[in-house]
């Protein structure tokens, strides 16, 4: 109290009156404030009603409906979570906001044993240290209920619980207390790829940068606002050399269980990467249904790509995709000498095989034979056509010349056919001149040595056979018939030789 004087002289007393209202308070409007006193002899009281005074209590608290919010946190899904909404089993969520008095923003006090509690059918989830600001978070693990594992629907109920004195949880006139979300652990499942289909064009009326891709698949349950990206991986034609990989993101549509994604791709990557005839792409999807199912791996991989239905396959290779011409794409598969090692000055036959591995060709062209780098042929041979996977052979002979040590074929040399590639047109072909002008056929006997071999056996052979046929053959003519006398003469001639013999024989012992 504060004692002064007014202008008068009189006393003039100032009260500081200070309410501490608690707990017990009713929670009711309160009228206008009035100040009662009794002066010393006065029988009754006096009453002054201070109108512009007026106030109420508040002691009932509610979760603020304007931070009141609850979401899952559980990857690969994650976002606010409503009334209805899909989860998994073993999604986690989060409920945060504010505790407020009814009617205000101001926060609960801190030191009166007020907590959030959050039911989630089996457990109960509190928070009870609420920040300066009222703020509060409960994370509720929905795998936690091991008895509502199978239950399809979870129900979860949020109450402000420890409220002292006549206070009173009122936040069912402000939000929601009760959650109710749908279980869904069906994934979604990519089936098969619709385009592109066996191969993909790469010739310049192409445009690699937007390549159409289209998918096909099933999922039970709405899928809107659930993102799904697709991904390619180019590789080499051995399929073991990773060449580039990229991803875009998809469009989709559904009906009912059917589920159609489509997009295009850029397989240049930005231009960082070359396609090149021969190699392949695969694809694949990523991303989560409306509950955060991901796609199954099962055919579905980088490692396994999505594959097309067989009767779209013409190339018995569902998985990939080839990198190729759907138009002409010629080729040299081989070239054959009928001599690799030859002479200068000897003549040979050369026989190149032109395969064509796309599209038939729309005009004729030629194919050109040069002897090292010249860079006019010697010979030259003119297709009309060539069908797809067709392989022509092609041959020419050449006079082979000192200093030429390979055969080059070029297809297309004038660039008639519009193709992929055209590092495939030529091939070379080694030849070795190794002789002497006209003796290239020395070379034969060092290639075919057992033939060498047995011909020479069979001549001397053939020689023996025939001296021996010549001195053991019977003659038929007058000379081979010989008078008694004259064999009589020859036996006498032979029986003085035998005599003379035994006489010196025995002259010596």
Known sequence: MIQTTNDSGMPWIIVTYDFVIGWEWPDEDISDLALEYKERGSPDPTRIIIAEHTFFVENDLVLDASTFLVEDISEPRTGIIADGSR???DDRLEFTGKVVFEGSNHPAPRDASIEVEVFDGEHIWSDGSLAEDG???IEVPLASAESLRSSPTRTCLISIGGIPGKGEDMTGQTVSTTLRVVVDDTAPRVVSRISPLNVIDISTTTDLTKVPVEFKGTEDADMTGSQQKVH???RDSSRTLTMGAGNAILGMQ???QSVIWTGTVDLTDGGMIEPREGDWIGFYLTGHDAAGNEFPLVSNSEASPIPEIATDDTDFERQWVRLGAIGPQLKIDSIHLSDDHIAPGQTISITADVH????STPSQFKVSFYAGNEIIPFAS?????????EIIPVSVTWSAEEGVDRIRVVVDPDDVIVEVNDDD????HRVDIVYVSFMGW???IREQPLIWIFSVLSFIVLIGIGVTASRTAINHGESALLDDEEWYEEDGEYEDYDEEDDDGYDDEY
Do not use: C, P
């Not at 041979?381 to 996977?389: G, K, Q, V």
């Not at 047109?425 to 070379?428: G, M, P």
């Open 87 to 89: 989860v998994r089993n």
């Open 232 to 234: 390619w991986v180019m």
């Open 254 to 256: 559904q009906d009912g």
């Open 135 to 137: 703020g509060y978070s």
């Open 442 to 444: 020395f070379d034969s």
């Open 356 to 359: 064509n591995v796309g599209g």
């Open 425 to 428: 047109n030529t091939a070379e």
């Open 381 to 389: 041979s003119t297709l009309n056509s060539i069908e797809a996977d």
